[in-house]
């Protein structure tokens, strides 16, 4: 168990509520000509942990900026627990946030950091000192008040920031990138440590990040975002193992595509022709026609190099190739596969032993199941 999860089994409660419902209904923000949010509309459930995916620029942290009243919707409205807010201050909204850069005041002490917005709502000197101390236990920084920001590690300086935006006890946190700055072993290890704090206090949290991993470990929900709009929104297993666009299939995760035309519906499966690796077939998928041009997705660890036919299960598609790269990345190799018709796969192997071993310019023959590729 981790420092931030005993503190918050010894707190009170107080700290904490159910998390509000949020609905974003058509929301659009526009710069001039340049369209930063495109008709995005996202129902969010109380308590839940739903996290903004996409690249710089796909209009994730406007999005969250909105919410959080420090950007005004072009057209459309956004309501918490019912009630429309898009005209409403950001100080009169009760919503929690944390940026990227933490945003503490270094001229105050993080005791004074964290009574801050308590102080900005009157609350009594008493009142103010027990919920900053409880909040500050919640993170596992009891007796740190007295420090000063610049005396403290990133880590450190996050979690007190995320005191910050807990102590006025908000249904709703907001947190713009709060990992970003972080070493690898550190953003890993506060992940866990968000993310129990969100189920030991079950408010609701929208989270924006570009970073996939992050947004797998943490996650209730994924909206995947590009030029402005949700491409796909769903659980992270949804995302990853039934990407809906390419795009999708590109951003979260590694996938390889095949260009194909169908050439029947076979009742539960797709029938498609890949140039010059022959007949491929992929689960069935709404709207397809015979003749339609498709791209086939399949996620390079579903792929698998075999010796030869003898004993291969119906349900798998396989394909011969030459081997075209090898890289050795730890637990596993990374092989580059060209394919007749100048397709192209990556697969990856675990390293370990009785796993069979290709060198490049090696011919392989690789199979995958017809369950874990996609027709996108």
């Known amino acids: 168990m981790t ?39 996202l129902d969010i459930s109380p308590g839940e942990f739903i996290t903004l995916l996409g690249p710089s620029g796909s209009g994730k942290t406007t999005t969250l900026m909105m919410l959080a009243g420090f950007e005004i919707p072009t057209a459309g409205e956004i309501y918490v627990d019912e009630d429309p807010i898009a005209a409403v201050p950001p ?39 027990r919920q900053s101390g409880e909040v500050l236990d919640l993170v596992g920084l009891p007796g740190y008040e007295g420090r000063y920001p610049r005396q403290l590690s990133g880590g450190q300086q996050q979690r007190v920031a995320v005191a910050r935006a807990l102590v006025f006890n908000p249904r709703v946190l907001l947190m713009d990138e709060p990992l970003g700055a972080l ?13 129990a704090l969100h189920e030991q206090l079950g408010v609701t949290i929208i989270y924006v990040t570009h970073d996939q991993e992050e947004a797998l470990v943490m996650s209730d929900r994924i909206a995947v975002m590009n030029n402005g709009r949700i491409e796909q929104c769903g659980r992270p297993t949804e995302l990853y193992d039934e990407p809906s666009t390419r795009f999708v299939a590109t ?12 050439e029947r519906l076979d009742g539960t499966a797709v029938c498609v022709e890949a140039p010059g690796l022959g007949e491929l077939r992929a689960p069935m998928r709404s709207g397809l026609t015979a003749g339609a041009p498709v791209m086939l997705t399949v996620r390079p660890e579903k792929i698998v190099a075999v010796g030869d036919e003898n ?30 018709g100048a397709q192209r796969l990556v697969l990856k192997a675990q390293n370990r032993r009785g796993v069979q071993g290709f060198a490049r310019g090696d011919p392989i023959r690789v199979c995958w199941n017809v369950d874990d590729c996609r027709i996108v």
Do not use: C, W
């Open 311 to 340: 004993g291969m299960a119906a349900d798998m598609n396989v394909v011969t190739g030459t081997v075209d790269d090898v890289v050795f990345v730890g637990e596993m190799r990374r092989y580059v596969v060209v394919l007749p």
């Open 3 to 41: 420092d931030m999860d005993q503190a918050t089994y010894a707190v009170s409660g107080a700290i904490g509520s159910l998390g509000a419902r949020v609905i974003f209904d058509r929301i659009e923000k526009r710069y001039g000509s340049v369209v930063a949010v495109d008709d995005v509309s």
């Open 251 to 262: 951003f979260i995760g590694e996938s390889n595509f095949i260009d194909a035309v169908v």
């Open 183 to 195: 070493d690898k072993q550190l953003r890993e290890h506060l992940q866990l440590e968000i993310k």
């Open 91 to 129: 100080y009169r909204r009760n919503i929690g946030m944390v940026f990227q850069n933490y945003a503490l005041f270094p001229h105050m002490t993080v005791g004074e950091n964290i009574a801050f917005p308590l102080q900005m709502r009157k609350m009594s000197k008493a009142e103010i000192t």
